[in-house]
């Protein structure tokens, strides 16, 4: 028999799970990538589609070692093995800075009382480098990193992860993420769950939860 979808009987989340880039920072390689293909935009996205795609760098995110990624990949494309590393030892440059007023809202969360989590698609060591610029990223309660746990959003072991880790209920939590496949990943395991799209939908979105944060 398939098996049913919790729902969420709660309607009012106590707890607040944020997701990382896309939500807190702003992460893209192209920042890096314009630079380094000089403005040939056509050329840089030739590369990030066929060398160094967005499945490639998910196996990162899965736990991968960067040095092993790179190292195959660079034997695969050797005439691109420079730009290729770049990915890896440049990463910092990808990372535009934060998310306009994403930040607030988890402050915010904190001196309320509310607490906060983070469930990542992220390898270990990017999110140590990160961690070193954005103070907010050391502030959850709580956290489970893909690269850690070696499971990838949205995969429904990765929201129980956290769970089950931290001793929470799926129906006390509202999850916030920028991709809409996750959202609805966790939303499959009771979660309530929200699609990022700027601070103050955000906002909004929070403060519709009442009383999750009343004064927010």
Request: glycine share 6%.
């Amino acid at each position: 028999m398939p098996r049913s979808v919790p729902r969420c009987t709660n309607l009012k989340p106590s707890i607040v799970v944020f997701d990382i880039g896309g939500v807190l920072i702003d992460w893209n390689p192209r920042y890096l990538y314009r630079k380094l293909f000089a403005e040939d935009t056509a050329a840089m996205e030739d590369f990030l589609t066929t060398v160094c795609t967005p499945e490639w760098n998910l196996q990162q995110d899965a736990g991968r070692p960067w040095k092993e990624a790179v190292d195959d990949l660079s034997a695969r494309y050797p005439e691109k093995a420079e730009l290729i590393a770049a990915y890896d030892l440049d990463w910092d440059e990808m990372v535009s800075g934060r998310i306009p007023g994403t930040a607030d809202l988890l402050w915010e969360c904190k001196r309320r009382g509310t607490p906060v989590y983070c469930i990542t698609n992220f390898s270990v060591d990017k999110l140590d480098r990160a961690r070193e610029r954005f103070d907010e990223l050391n502030a959850f309660d709580g956290i489970v990193i893909s690269g850690e746990v070696r499971l990838l959003k949205p995969d429904a072991a990765i929201y129980r992860c956290l769970l089950d880790e931290y001793g929470l209920r799926a129906e006390d939590t509202l999850f916030i993420d920028d991709v809409q496949t996750n959202v609805e990943g966790a939303r499959a395991v009771g979660m309530h769950a929200v699609r990022f799209v700027d601070s103050n939908t955000l906002r909004s979105d929070l403060t519709g939860y009442n009383p999750l944060t009343p004064n927010l």
